[in-house]
């Protein structure tokens, strides 16, 4: 059992805390964390979730999670990255670049991007979690989204979301190639 905090509609502790899916089947707001990881390359890794997932399984998707009880939303973010893909995330980078808001789902979502510099035979994914991952372009990503293609869970993202997002991504690529803006 997975334990989450209650949040009310403008994200402040309730002190009520929750299983994580009784909490998602009735519909209370709660608080999860997730993050976009960019190789040197300016190349963003997603994960394909197992096909045993209950939510989206088989799906491709950036990497987070929940925000346990207790748990801050960068102590969620480093564990779910440590858990899912067996590497460490440089701390110095944590820093929020949004919180995102979703009436659909009824959560926070504390949103980070970090630079890293591994290949893909260095994860160690958690079967139980990730089926594989893969380094796709900005551009791809933004494809797929514009398609509507159902394999990749932010193509059904609220209107709006991934091109904020995308547009977030271009300029940590800019920053990562050391290219002008």
């Given at each position: 059992m997975e334990l989450v905090d209650i949040v009310d509609e403008n994200n402040n502790l309730t002190g009520e805390v929750?299983?994580?899916?009784?909490?998602?089947?009735?519909?209370?707001?709660?608080r999860v964390a997730s993050c976009w990881i960019m190789n040197e390359k300016g190349e963003i890794l997603l994960q394909k979730r197992a096909i045993t997932k209950k939510k989206n399984p088989g799906k491709w998707a950036k990497?987070?999670?929940?925000?346990d009880t207790k748990?801050?939303?960068?102590?969620?973010?480093?564990?779910?990255?440590?858990?899912?893909?067996?590497?460490?995330?440089?701390?110095?980078?944590?820093?929020?670049?949004?919180?995102?808001?979703?009436?659909?789902?009824?959560?926070?979502?504390?949103?980070?991007?970090?630079?890293?510099?591994?290949?893909?035979?260095?994860?160690l994914l958690q079967k139980e979690e990730v089926?594989?991952?893969?380094?796709?372009?900005?551009?791809?990503?933004?494809?797929?989204?514009?398609?509507?293609?159902?394999?990749?869970?932010?193509?059904?993202?609220?209107?709006?979301?991934i091109e904020k997002e995308i547009k977030l991504l271009k300029e940590k690529r800019k920053e990562v190639l050391g290219e002008k803006c």
């Amino acid at each position: 059992m997975e334990l989450v905090d209650i949040v009310d509609e403008n994200n402040n502790l309730t002190g009520e805390v929750e299983d994580r899916w009784e909490a998602y089947e009735k519909g209370l707001w709660r608080r999860v964390a997730s993050c976009w990881i960019m190789n040197e390359k300016g190349e963003i890794l997603l994960q394909k979730r197992a096909i045993t997932k209950k939510k989206n399984p088989g799906k491709w998707a950036k990497t987070g999670g929940q925000i346990d009880t207790k748990e801050s939303a960068e102590e969620a973010i480093f564990r779910e990255v440590k858990e899912e893909l067996g590497i460490e995330i440089p701390k110095e980078q944590i820093k929020v670049v949004e919180i995102k808001k979703s009436t659909l789902n009824k959560h926070f979502a504390y949103n980070y991007i970090f630079t890293v510099d591994y290949n893909i035979e260095e994860y160690l994914l958690q079967k139980e979690e990730v089926e594989e991952v893969k380094y796709f372009t900005i551009e791809e990503i933004e494809k797929v989204s514009n398609e509507k293609n159902l394999n990749y869970v932010f193509s059904t993202w609220q209107e709006g979301d991934i091109e904020k997002e995308i547009k977030l991504l271009k300029e940590k690529r800019k920053e990562v190639l050391g290219e002008k803006c």
